[in-house]
């Protein structure tokens, strides 16, 4: 027999490939109606154990994701915390700048002391100490009430 861009095979019977114009017939095969049934329960049950297999996996992938999720929640609010606290810390700074820049201004826009200047206020303060104790010695100021 002769079949035209067909190809079948067939189990139970004689096996039939069939390529363009040319029909190759092979050895007559059979299998039992027990081997079919055994074969497709193996079958059946392979794909029981990968179905539980996928599932089990998505279950745990899952588990892992919303476990992943959990922990980046965590990071992400303590990092907008420490931003937030970067931010309160780095504006106390700048107000203490602030501060200090003024403190300096003031303090360079005074005369500063000299130790000429301090040894000069010692001299005048013991020169009007004896001036105030030799008028306290004074005997006119006994007699003025």
Do not use: C, W
């Not at 303090?107 to 013991?126: C, F, P, Q, T, V």
């Amino acid at each position: 027999q002769t079949y035209a861009t067909t190809s079948r095979v067939s189990l139970g019977g004689n096996t039939t490939f069939t390529a363009g114009d040319t029909t190759v017939d092979t050895a007559h095969m059979t299998v039992s109606a027990e081997d079919m049934e055994v074969f497709e329960k193996a079958l059946k049950t392979k794909e029981e154990d990968l179905r539980d297999g996928l599932q089990n996996f998505k279950n745990k992938s899952r588990e892992e994701e919303d476990e992943v999720q959990n922990i980046l929640n965590d990071l992400t609010g303590k990092q907008r915390h420490v931003e937030a606290d970067r931010e309160k810390l780095m504006k106390q700074q700048r107000e203490a700048k602030r501060e200090l820049q003024s403190i300096t201004s003031q303090s360079s826009s005074r005369s500063r002391l000299h130790k000429n200047d301090i040894d000069d206020a010692k001299r005048a303060a013991a020169r009007y100490a004896r001036e105030r104790d030799e008028a306290n010695q004074d005997p006119r100021i006994k007699s003025i009430p």
